[in-house]
């Protein structure tokens, strides 16, 4: 937990440090975001944030969606993604569930060429495999803005929980 007027103070590389993993892999968004310190609210911090990647080029953009794990992947990932999908079930899908759920990932990334990204927080099992099917259906463009927007929640998120205060 850290509170906003400290993240106002920090060095780049302490804020970097600090807030950095809040976009997947991805610390240039805080990087880029420390110059426009300082910030007026934990609201005004987000934004800057989700402002950096709105900014970002389209390569940039495609990079922190790739970024992502699979949902319900047993590979490696950072451990705010660990822990958000395991809040939603993800981590205990019976045999047939996973086999379902890598097979809509795989058409997802087929069709997308991106990982199917969902703010899992609050949701159940049901609620993700009903995402992924509904989505699967959408053009790339809907997607790529849908997977963008789905980040910035993410990030809202893991943001509220570094200052222990809602955004």
Known sequence: MINLATLNQLSREAFVNAIGWVFEHSPWVAEQAWAQRPWSSPLALYQSLVAVVQAAPREAQLALIRAHPDLGSKA???PASAQEQQGAGLDALSPEEYADLLALNQRYRERFGFPFILAVRGKG?????QALRDRLHNDLEAEFH?????????ARFRLADILQEAI
Not at 146 to 154: G, K, N, R, V
């Open 125 to 129: 099992k049901a609620e993700v495999f």
């Open 76 to 78: 490696r990932m950072a």
């Open 146 to 154: 849908t997977a963008l927007e789905q980040i910035y929640q993410i």
